[in-house]
C-alpha cells in the first residue's frame, strides 16, 4: 500500500503500530529515525515502500506515516499504564511507564499535528519543499550563530546581557581609535549584528 495515496484505516494503522512496538522492543537503547524507517523497509511494511531516503515527498509521507503511529503508541502506552515512548528525531526509545497525566493535558504542538492524519493526505510536495528550505534557513541561522558566538570566545548556553557585555569589552580593546585592528573591530561588529537578530 502506497503510503498517501489511500486512506489508512483504524486496523492498519494498530497492525503497523505493534509492528514498531516490537521493533522498538528489540532495540531497547533506543533507535534515530532513519535507523528505524531502514528497519521498516527492511521489514517491508506496508507504508515504507524500499526507495531511496532522498525524494522529499515520499520522504515526508514515510517520515510522517512513523511519527503519527508513534504518537499513537505513546498516547496507548500511557493509557495502558505499559511504558513511555521518547520521541525525537535523533532517538526513539521505548522506556519504562512514568506516571505523568499532567504531561497528556499540557499543549503540544507536535502531537497534535501528527495524530491529525489528515495532514498525510493533504501536504502537497510544494508544500514540503518550502518547509524543508525553511529548515535549512533555520540550521543555516543557526550554524552563523555559533559562529557569531565563537567570534566574540563565547558559547551556548548564554544569555543576551552577557553577549552585549562580551562585546562591549572586545569593542573597545579593538577598536581602531585605540590602536585595535580595523578588520577584527568589523568581524566583532558583524558577529554582534548576527546575534542581535536572535533578540529582536
Known amino acids: 500500500m502506497s503510503v498517501a495515496t489511500a486512506a489508512w484505516s483504524d486496523a492498519q494503522l494498530a497492525a503497523l503500530q505493534q509492528q514498531l512496538l516490537q521493533l522498538l522492543r528489540e532495540h531497547p537503547g533506543g533507535l534515530d529515525e532513519y535507523t528505524l524507517l531502514k528497519l521498516l523497509q527492511q521489514g517491508q511494511q506496508p507504508g515504507f515502500p524500499q526507495i531511496p531516503l532522498t525524494e522529499p515527498l515520499p520522504l515526508f509521507h514515510m517520515h510522517f506515516l512513523l511519527f503519527h503511529l508513534l504518537y499513537r ?89 552577557a553577549i ?14 585605540r590602536g585595535g585592528d580595523t578588520a577584527h573591530f568589523q568581524t566583532i561588529n558583524q558577529a554582534m549584528a548576527v546575534l542581535e537578530r536572535y533578540y529582536s
Open 73 to 161: 503508541l505513546r498516547e496507548h502506552l500511557w493509557e495502558s499504564q505499559s511504558g513511555h515512548l521518547h520521541i525525537s528525531p535523533l532517538q526513539i526509545q521505548l522506556r519504562r511507564y512514568q506516571s505523568a497525566p499532567a504531561a497528556l493535558s499540557q499543549p503540544d504542538s507536535l502531537r497534535d499535528y501528527y495524530l491529525n492524519i489528515n495532514h498525510l493526505y493533504e501536504t502537497s510536495e510544494a508544500q514540503v519543499k518550502a518547509g524543508l528550505d525553511w529548515f535549512w534557513q533555520k540550521l543555516a541561522a543557526g550554524e552563523a550563530r555559533q559562529a557569531a558566538l565563537h567570534t566574540l570566545a563565547l558559547s551556548e548556553p548564554v544569555e543576551y546581557a
Open 164 to 177: 552585549k557585555r562580551r562585546y562591549r569589552e572586545l569593542a573597545a580593546q579593538h577598536h581602531p581609535d
